[in-house]
């Protein structure tokens, strides 16, 4: 899962307000930005092969310390903990809700990947495979992110014109990256794959940002 992940990332801000969009969406990419600098450096490994999925190119044979479910979990209470520590209102919430987003990707791989989610590292791996089937793991993608977006537009409200436009060009930007994703030639290396995914979960995270400075909680 891609641009799906953002679902939950919108919804966090129906849960706490306080938190920023930016946050928010850094937190439901975590563990796959920390994939992208691991498997860059040799920690975590994947290999390339075209046609591996109907949707994408990666077969993620070695992703304990991101994607095991014990490797999950330690990100999120982690995650959650720095937010508590560093937020200045709505503390033990807001942690929460960053906790929550962290493991939200956890559970959206579940539904795509096929199985190479170890349940603990070397243990069995699980995956419900949605990804065989590209348009129905596309639907099930759009459907999260559009419920979320559904969901942050009514808690918000714009403070300008950007803040009224911002969040449709956004959408259709990530539907734009998502389109890209799949249909660009597959990455050179296992080290190209990864600094490009890190790159695009900070790029969106950046671009997140916009709505923070352009909407207000109603
Ligand atoms: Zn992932």
Not at 24 to 34: E, G, I, N, R, S
Not at 42 to 65: C, K, Q, S, W
Not at 100 to 114: E, K, N, Q
Not at 150 to 178: C, D, H, M
Request: with cysteine.
């Amino acid at each position: 899962m891609f641009v799906g992940h953002y679902g939950p990332a919108l919804a966090g801000k129906a849960v706490a307000k306080s938190v920023p969009l930016w946050t928010l969406f850094f937190a439901v990419q975590l563990v796959d930005v920390a994939w992208g600098i691991f498997v860059a450096n040799g920690i975590e490994h994947v290999r390339i092969v075209p046609g591996f999925t109907e949707a994408n190119p990666l077969d993620l044979y070695d992703m304990p310390l991101t994607h095991s479910l014990p490797g999950a979990l330690v990100w999120s209470v982690g995650a959650g903990l720095v937010y508590a520590i560093w937020a200045r209102s709505q503390k033990r919430l807001g942690g929460v809700v960053i906790a929550a987003a962290v493991f939200s990707h956890w559970l959206l791989d579940l539904i795509v990947h096929v199985p190479d989610l170890p349940l603990w590292p070397g243990g069995p791996e699980v995956g419900l495979g949605l990804w065989n089937n590209y348009p129905l793991a596309l639907t099930a993608e759009m459907a999260v992110l559009v419920a979320g977006l559904f969901l942050y537009l009514r808690v918000t409200e714009a403070k300008n014109a950007t803040g009224r436009i911002w969040p449709w060009a956004f959408l259709a930007l990530l539907v734009l990256a998502e389109y890209a994703n799949h249909t660009l030639p597959p990455p050179e290396s296992a080290a190209a794959a990864g600094y490009m995914a890190t790159a695009t979960f900070i790029v969106l995270t950046g671009l997140a940002a916009i709505c923070d400075l352009t909407r207000r909680a109603r």
